[in-house]
């Protein structure tokens, strides 16, 4: 069946703009608030009987290609501190060339979109021989990593036809969020946080109205930290899949180890500097990079602009959401950011050139 682009010129503008309705898709049922014990849970079938197991593990390892990877990059403090449990991050090619060790006590998490993805794949049968507990998130019922985990959940974020990943990202960090909480859940300390996040959760949808709200630039750096670390890289990944233009993302700590030296007042750098635990970092790093007369665009939480970038540059403002689902705000702008380039620069944006929406072979 043809899923047409309705308003939209193209499909990954129609998915961008989807992002409220396929986040509240995403968590519908899922988040239990209220009652009489004004109780908030997260509920999640395809994971309840593994939650102990889970909870066991030594390790979780996260393996992904592409956009997945950077969503589970995005959702790695969190599930490391409702878990307690060190999180490892895997690019699943890169897992099967070096043959990594993979043990029985480790829990194996799968991002993938299609659920489809060679390498992703291939990683699993290798993780299934060391006798890890498989889990697989994808957007796809029925395929072949959904079928083969043993357990797992749907990010139900509909069909995504544009090449590049856009609300697939979104929904995939906010169940990945999800799973952090039902794997925390049964820790008391950190309860009042766990509550913090699930209403949060609720109310991400109203994010409806950033969408509108972009500035186009030619973009190359991006710098983030801490959960934005995945926001600079995902950014940028963007930014070269479908505007073909290279951009690269760079973790803000790692700026004096190299990038600095890039650093003219010609090279546009997109500065992550929303408030959370990295912001006084990155309001550092932002004077270095003024020092040095950085063309700089500064994403900074609404209301923020003039004490983050003193009136220069240009700056994209976004709400404030609880520090781990900032990813999921932050992204948006840098969605259409490469969406935009991509249409002035007269590429396709649904199916950039060499590019395939799901890679079936190694
Ligand atoms: C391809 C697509 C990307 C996607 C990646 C992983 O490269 O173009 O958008 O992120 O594969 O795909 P998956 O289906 O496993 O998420």
């Known amino acids: 069946e043809q899923i047409n682009k309705g308003k939209y010129e193209h499909y990954m503008q129609k998915e961008i703009h989807e992002q409220p309705e396929s986040l509240t898709t995403t968590m519908r049922g899922r988040l239990i608030r209220g009652g009489s014990s004004k109780r908030k849970s997260v509920l999640l079938g395809g994971l ?10 030594r390790r979780i390892v996260f393996i992904g290609c592409g956009t997945s990877y950077n969503a589970a990059l995005a959702a790695r403090p969190l599930l490391e ?11 699943a090619s890169d897992l099967l060339d070096r043959q ?18 060679a390498d992703t794949l291939n990683a699993l049968e290798y993780a299934l021989e060391n006798g890890a507990l498989c889990v697989g998130i994808t957007n796809t019922v029925g395929s072949a990593i959904a079928r083969n985990t043993h357990c797992g959940v749907h990010i139900n974020a509909g069909s995504e036809i544009g090449v590049a990943s856009t609300k697939a990202y ?10 952090s909480l039902a794997i925390g859940a049964d820790t008391i300390s950190s309860k009042p946080r766990r509550e913090a996040i699930i209403e949060s959760l609720l109310n991400l949808p ?3 109205d950033l969408a509108q ?15 934005n670390y995945a926001t600079a890289l995902e950014g940028a990944l963007k930014v070269k899949e479908v505007a073909l233009m290279h951009s690269e993302g760079i973790l803000a700590g790692e700026m004096k180890h190299g990038p600095l030296a890039l650093v003219d007042e010609n090279l546009p750098i997109v500065v992550i500097a929303t408030r959370d635990q990295s912001f006084s970092k990155q309001q550092s790093v932002i004077q ?11 994403m900074c939480t609404e209301g923020d602009a003039a004490a983050v970038c003193g009136g220069s540059g240009r700056v994209i403002e976004v709400p404030l959401v609880v520090d781990c689902l900032q990813p999921v705000v932050n992204i948006v702008p840098l969605q259409l950011l490469s969406y935009h380039l991509t249409v002035l620069r007269g590429y396709n944006v649904d199916q950039p050139r060499n590019l395939a929406k799901s890679v079936t072979t190694e």
């Open 213 to 227: 709200s972009l500035i186009s630039e030619q973009s190359l750096l991006m710098f983030g930290r801490g959960y």
């Open 81 to 91: 501190e409702l878990s307690g449990i060190p999180v490892m991050m895997e690019i």
């Open 206 to 208: 109203e994010m409806k």
């Open 288 to 298: 270095q990079l003024k020092a040095r007369k950085g063309r700089l665009i500064v």
């Open 170 to 179: 979104t929904s995939q960090i906010v169940v990945m969020a999800m799973v």
């Open 100 to 117: 990594a060790p993979i043990y029985r006590d480790d829990t194996i998490i799968f991002v993938s979109q299609s659920g489809e993805t």
């Open 48 to 57: 309840k009987d593994h939650l102990k197991t889970i909870r066991r593990s």
